[in-house]
């Protein structure tokens, strides 16, 4: 059976940073398309960053250009986000998300929720002014 589990969300102040960390159990995603998406109160759950570790590419939506990272361990299984200079409108709950296979850049496919088969359960993130 597959998991995912998030951790490391919380409270922070406007600038701070935060790394968030996604342990993966029950198979390894080494070929296909795992990352971040967030879903503020109120909102569609949306993309933030995703990468596919063979090929080394990394999609960002541009609120995370220049703030956030991604980063796995592979020894551990374990995804991270790393996030820098947070805002308040950065403030939801993050998802962990793995694909089963490696999302194509064409119409976007790595940022619809839908092309994702595994979803961890969520951390929260709230950033105040």
């Known amino acids: 059976q597959v998991q995912l589990v998030e951790s490391g969300g919380g409270l922070v102040q406007a600038g701070a940073s935060l790394r968030l960390s996604c342990a993966a159990s029950?198979?390894?995603?080494?070929?296909?398309?795992m990352g971040w998406f967030r879903q503020a109160p109120g909102q569609e759950r949306e993309f933030v960053i995703v990468?596919?570790?063979?090929?080394?590419?990394?999609y960002y939506t541009d609120s995370a250009k220049g703030r956030f990272t991604i980063s796995r361990d592979n020894t551990k299984n374990i995804l991270y986000l790393q996030m820098n200079s947070l805002k308040p409108e950065d403030t939801a709950v993050y998802y962990c998300?793995?694909?089963?296979?490696?999302?194509?850049?064409?119409?976007?496919?790595?940022?619809?929720?839908?092309?994702?088969?595994?979803w961890g359960q969520g951390t929260q993130v709230t950033v105040s002014p």
């Open positions: 998300a793995a694909a089963n296979t490696r999302l194509p850049d064409y119409n976007r496919a790595y940022s619809r929720p839908r092309n994702y088969a595994y």
């Open positions: 029950g198979r390894t995603f080494d070929s296909d398309t």
């Open positions: 990468s596919t570790w063979s090929g080394g590419i990394t």
